[in-house]
């Protein structure tokens, strides 16, 4: 009996080691439920986001006009300051006016000239409407004077001729003589005058576009007064819309030529453009609602609506669009950029410059 007992032990502890070594059912039963609770997990985030697009390449956007002068000259004033807000047809730049303000004062002395002038044809007109045919009576008249001194004259030169040479002289003759021709003469230059006379119409008509071109005068002095104004105008360099000052690079002083750059005007009509994924693009359509997220302030959210979906990648509006039927092709997924329009969200205390980074995220339909 005593030799059996260091066997009985050993079977023991192999019992023992053998149960350490075998493995449990908890263990198991963990792991499961882990794999269980990811699958829901995974089941219900794809039932929640299978009808969202997102995507991180996306930013802020919106118009920028360039302010530039029309007018060559000095900076005599500077209204706005870097970044500061302006309203509509404010007053931004001036520029030297002198120049603009003596072609102004020369083009309205040159309209009152030309005024003047019209008015002294008008009244040439009104006056030869009365005086020409004046003129044509007294020419009749004037020819019916000298045939009645021709009459005259020629009845006494037939006297003359007919009386016996004894009672005349030779001197009685020839002054009779003389008398007709003069009397002939007399008539041949009063119709003369009176074919001059009787055009009465050619002569007021002459009168007539006289007025027509100094009207035309006063029209070309009007145009050339309106044209110095615009000019004095464009020394005022005023704001075409609501927005912000940037890029400022002018000072008072500055000599500038017209086109040159001032600053940047920045409209607060802010949207965002989002580069999606052409994969990503199956389902989406304008009037899509979207959320958007923005980088540089967590708390903001905001939403809006896809206005446009561009047509055509970005890459191919680029300053050097691949060809992708030379050389060796290797396909990228291409990026499309999307127009996001902000309907509600934005904070006038927080402004958003161009160019921050958004996460926009567009429900499908």
């Not at 110095?228 to 360099?237: G, I, P, Q």
């Not at 001032?262 to 607060?268: A, G, K, N, R």
């Not at 890459?315 to 039927?325: D, L, T, V, W, Y």
Request: hydrophobic residues 40%; proline residues 4%; without cysteine.
């Amino acid at each position: 009996m005593a030799e059996n007992t260091p066997t009985t032990e050993n079977s023991q502890d192999n019992d023992n080691k053998n149960a350490r070594k075998r493995p449990g059912k908890k263990p198991l039963i963990i792991l499961g439920i882990v794999v269980i609770i990811m699958v829901i997990v995974a089941s219900v985030w794809w039932f929640l986001t299978r009808n969202e697009e997102t995507t991180d390449d996306a930013f802020t956007d919106g118009d920028v006009v360039t302010i530039a002068p029309k007018a060559a000259g000095y900076v005599t004033e500077l209204r706005v300051k870097d970044n500061q807000r302006v309203k509509k047809g404010d007053l931004l730049v001036t520029i030297d006016a002198r120049d603009a303000t003596a072609q102004r004062d020369q083009a309205q002395a040159q309209l009152g000239l030309a005024t003047a002038q019209l008015h002294q044809a008008q009244a040439q007109l009104a006056i030869s409407k009365v005086q020409y045919p004046a003129q044509r009576d007294e020419a009749r008249s004037q020819v019916l004077k000298a045939e009645a001194d021709l009459a005259n004259a020629q009845a006494g030169y037939r006297r003359q001729r007919g009386v016996d040479p004894r009672a005349t002289t030779q001197q009685n003759i020839d002054t009779a003589n003389a008398q007709l021709r003069s009397a002939q003469a007399q008539l041949a230059s009063a119709k003369a005058q009176l074919e001059v006379a009787d055009q009465v119409q050619l002569q007021i008509r002459q009168q007539e576009t006289n007025v027509e071109a100094r009207e035309r005068q006063v029209d070309q002095a009007k145009a050339q007064l309106e044209n110095a104004e615009l000019n004095l105008s464009y020394t005022e360099v005023r704001a075409p819309f609501d927005g912000y000052v940037t890029k400022r690079n002018v000072q008072p002083g500055t000599l500038v030529q017209a086109g040159t750059a001032l600053f940047s005007l920045v409209s607060p009509n802010i949207w965002v453009v989002a580069n999606f994924k052409e994969s990503q693009l199956e389902r989406m359509r304008p009037g899509n609602k979207v959320s958007v997220k923005i980088d540089a302030y967590p708390d903001m959210e905001l939403e809006g609506h896809i206005d446009s979906i561009q047509q055509g990648s970005g890459s191919r509006f680029s300053a050097f669009p691949s060809e992708n039927a030379t050389g060796n092709f290797v396909k990228i997924v291409q990026r499309v950029p999307v127009k996001i329009v902000i309907d509600k969200g934005l904070d006038s205390s927080k402004p958003l410059p161009l160019g921050l980074s958004v996460e926009p995220k567009v429900t499908l339909e």
